[in-house]
Structures are given as structure tokens and as C-alpha cells.
């Protein structure tokens, strides 16, 4: 065997990400810093009046704003839904526990422009089902604008986020609560545990390491999701539910710069590498304290 | 808790969950004016099987379809190709780099697609694959790589070194004994792979609503997506085609589940 067989192997896999993944992002700073605009690709150095632009943009912080609630609101939602499913999941009664673990996944496995257009359907303010049953119910006395008035857009867009996402934390919780050694249970009980107790002291602990990768992920995952704010409201109404991958579009596609677009993709990717950066320093405290 | 107790508990949470699919399918069986009247109805007396027709006439669906099939289909054999190759090199071979390389697969899962969109733009503009379902597959094929290269990877740790010498003094090139003997083996795991790769590129948004423009080049979410706010009056064909668009994954998923969850649990615990 030749040394040179392990790259050839990968050589394939390697041209084609760095073409479209790492490629891209260098481009990108070369463009943030030019006046460039869609019709026209010869753009002339500004420096960074770009970045200048989109910091003096009040819709820049109003969507920086808006994506942080969307993240970690929606993350943390989907992983406390998620747990309790699991948890649930997780007691055995029989067959009709593999039935609904399937129905309890079934969202995730759909395409999240068929979730964000459910959604929008269901939420319809005066032919959805969830206003009639309010109204009906007496809940409610007046039907709801839910993605048309911007104090419940937001909202609106990340319970649908919730509903897509949980599973995947259901999923990852449960195959973590079923390797909790059954011994550790046993000893709790010896000891007289509470029902809070075991599950304070020993299921919490256990899922220590799924959730320290759920987390963060979830979080990352859903600062970087386009499609269920573009699907259900495109960002309003008046830019109320507007978050940070939807305004490059806009920049880009509507207002047709192209710098200025770069120029926030940029801003978006240093936020996450913060974002990550203060993760892993917490992680790495903890660790040592 | 009683175990009559928690299996109606779990049912009853079963209902917010299924909502939103029962309220799309009840929608897609109605004829127009029930979709638009008030009080909204759950079965529609003049239940029809219309808005399912209707719809190939209102946008181009089939063609849609067809892209959405031969997207899906290019960009999953290609990565479980590429991915294939490369999870073999990382998990047989040492080399310099091999650790970095790991690392680097798993941090751009993090990329936000927002960070490359307009530079991807202007390349495939420049290559001539802008708006062409070939530009599209490959871009599918490398935002799928990485997480299909880490899976992969596993999945070859799990297949013993001895099986695999056995093959080599047998005689066997390395990549004979990755197709004879080793591939085999992996094949459930390989199976679960082309899932995850198919419903990725199946289902994304994105990139297909961004990279094409021409309606004989668009996917399937791309047609419902684009189309949710403009034609807000046909409900019931949008539902119908919504549906239509989520049977093979959910078929797909509901023949593979157990694979899929195990492979997936086991790449994100390990």
C-alpha cells in the first residue's frame, strides 16, 4: 500500500467541499468588501462600508434580536419537549409504545416547507382549526392574527420550530435513557429515593453528555434555519419575525447587493464562532471545577 | 403511574403532534369553497379526490417532480460514493491530517448555508450550473458530505481490522476488500446513510429555491414554498401537493426507522 492512498481516497470528497463549502467563504470576505451589486459583478473596492451600513441598519439588531429568541427560545423548548417524550417513550407498556414513538417522529422526517406550510394553514386566522377552537372554546373572543400581527409572529414560527425539531432531541434523549446502567436505579431505590430524586440524581446526570451536544447544536442549527421564517411570514409583517439568513436573501435578492449580503454573512459567521467559542469555554470550566 | 394511565397519556399527546398533518390531509380532500368557508369543517360532505388532479395543472408538478427525483437520487449516490471512500481512508489508514480532517467535517455542519450562498451564486453562474439540476446535485451531494463521511466513519469502526486483513493476504486489493468484504457488512449501516442523504437532499429549501430560477429546473419544496404566499386561496391543492410530496419520506422512514435511529443515536452519543 502506498502512502499516498488515503488521500486519493478522499481527494474526491475533498475538491467538492472545499469548491462549495470552504471556497465560498473566502470569497466572501474578497465581496463584503466591495460595492457589488447583482446586476453588475465588478464592484469597486469600499472597504468596509459594507459592514458600516449593516451595523447602522436598525434591521440588522431588530433580526439579530429576533434570530437569538428563535435559537435559544426554540432549542430549548424542542429539548424539554423532547425529554419528557423520551421520558415518557421510555416506560414500557407494550406495543403501542413503538406506535408512538413513530407518530411522536413523524414531523421531523417531513420537509420543513411542508412543516412551515402546515403550520401556516393551521394558524390561518379565520379558516385554521386553532382559532375556531379558541373562539369556539371561549378562549379567545376575537380571532387571532397569528402571523399577521407582530407581537405573535415570532411566536407563531418557533412553535412550529418546536414541532419539527423536538424529535430529533426525543431520539437522541431516549437511546440516552436507555443506556443508563439498570444498577443505578436499583442502588437509588435501596436507598429510598424519591421519584424526583432518581431522576435528579440519577437520569439528569446520565444525559449530561447527550444534552451538552444537543444544545449547542440546536442552537446553531436553528440561528443558521431559513426556511421556516422565508415559508411561513418571509421575515414581517413589518420585519417583525425577520432573522439574520433571511435578510441575506433580502439584501441580495430584493435590494440586489451583493457586497452588503456578503458583508452579513460574514457578520453571521463570526457570530456563531463567538457563539461556540463561549460554549466551549463553559464546557471546559465545568469540567475543571 | 398505572401503565392504562400512561398509555393514555401517550395518545392524547399524540393529537398536538398529528395536528398539523390531519388538518393538511382533511384540507386536501375538500373542493374549494369548503377550504374557504367558516365554521372550518374536519370531513367535507363532498369529500374529493379533485385538488390531488387539479394541481398538476396549476403548477408544474410533474416536472417538479421529476427534478426532485433526479436531484435526490445524483446527489445520494454520489455521496455515499465520495463519502464511502473517504469514511474508508479515515477509519483504515493513518495519515498526517486525519484528526484536523475529522474535525473539519464535523465543524462545517455549523456553516451557515447564509455563509456561502452568494459566492456559490456567482460560481455556478460561472461554471454554467447555476439554475442546472447537475449544479444542484453537487451542491447537495457536498453540503451532505460531511455528516455522511462521519456516519460512514463509524460505521467502518465497527467492522473488525482482522476480517479485513483475512481479505488482504487472501489476496485482495484494499478497495477489493472494501467492496467484498467489508461494505457487506456495513450494509445496514449503509442502508440508514442513503436514507438520511435522500430525505436531505429530498427536503431541502435553501439551496434549491436560491441556486435555481427557471420553473422546468425547480424541486418540489421549492414549488410549494415559493407558492405558500401567493396563492393563498387554493389551500386545498397546496395541501394536496404537500402530502403527495411527503409520502415517500415518511414511507421511506417508516421502513427504516430502526436503522436510521440506531445509526444516528449511536454517531451522536460516540
Known sequence: ?289 | MKKVTIQALMVVLAIPVMLPFLWMFSTSLKPLPEVNQYPPVWISENMTLDPYADMFSFLPFATYTLNSLFVAFLATALTLVFGGLAGFALSRFRFRGKEVLLMIFLLSQMLPGASVIIPLFQLLRLLGLYDSLLGLSLVHTSILLPFVIWLLYGFFNTVPREVEDAALIDGCSPIGALRRVILPLILPGLGATALFAFLGSWNEFFFALLLTTSDSVRTIPVGIGLFVGEYQDVWNQMSAAAVLFSVPPLVLFMMMRKTFVKGLSAGAIR
Not at chain 1, 193 to 220: C, D, E, K
Open chain 1, 1 to 289: 500500500m502506498r502512502r499516498s492512498t488515503p488521500y486519493l481516497l478522499l481527494l474526491p470528497a475533498l475538491v467538492l467541499t472545499t469548491l462549495i463549502l470552504a471556497f465560498p467563504l473566502v470569497q466572501n470576505i474578497v465581496n463584503s468588501l466591495q460595492d457589488l451589486s447583482l446586476m453588475d459583478d465588478s464592484g469597486d473596492w469600499i472597504g468596509l462600508g459594507n459592514y458600516v451600513e449593516i451595523f447602522d441598519d436598525d434591521l440588522f439588531w431588530l433580526s439579530l434580536r429576533n434570530t437569538l429568541v428563535y435559537a435559544v427560545a426554540g432549542t430549548i423548548l424542542s429539548l424539554a419537549i423532547g425529554l419528557g417524550f423520551a421520558m415518557l417513550l421510555n416506560m414500557k407498556v407494550g406495543s403501542i409504545g413503538s406506535t408512538v414513538e413513530l407518530l411522536y417522529t413523524l414531523p421531523w422526517v417531513v420537509s420543513p416547507v411542508v412543516a412551515g406550510f402546515a403550520w401556516k394553514w393551521l394558524l390561518n386566522d379565520h379558516f385554521g382549526i386553532i382559532n375556531h377552537w379558541l373562539v369556539q372554546s371561549g378562549l379567545i373572543a376575537e380571532e387571532i392574527t397569528w402571523l399577521g400581527s407582530p407581537e405573535t409572529a415570532l411566536g407563531s414560527v418557533i412553535a412550529a420550530r418546536v414541532w419539527q425539531f423536538y424529535p430529533f432531541a426525543m431520539v437522541m434523549f431516549l437511546a440516552g435513557l436507555q443506556s443508563v446502567p439498570p444498577v443505578q436505579y436499583e442502588a437509588a431505590d435501596v436507598d429510598g429515593a424519591t421519584t424526583w430524586q432518581r431522576f435528579r440524581y440519577v437520569t439528569l446526570p446520565n444525559l449530561a453528555a447527550v444534552t451538552s451536544i444537543l444544545l449547542p447544536l440546536g442552537i446553531i442549527w436553528s440561528f443558521n434555519d431559513f426556511n421556516m421564517v422565508f415559508v411561513m411570514t418571509r421575515g414581517g409583517p413589518i420585519n417583525a419575525s425577520m432573522v439574520l439568513p433571511v435578510l441575506v436573501r433580502e439584501y441580495a435578492f430584493v435590494e440586489f447587493d451583493l457586497g452588503r449580503s456578503s458583508a452579513l454573512s460574514i457578520v453571521i459567521f463570526a457570530l456563531l464562532i463567538a457563539l461556540s467559542t463561549v460554549y466551549l469555554v463553559i464546557i471546559s470550566r465545568r469540567r475543571v471545577a
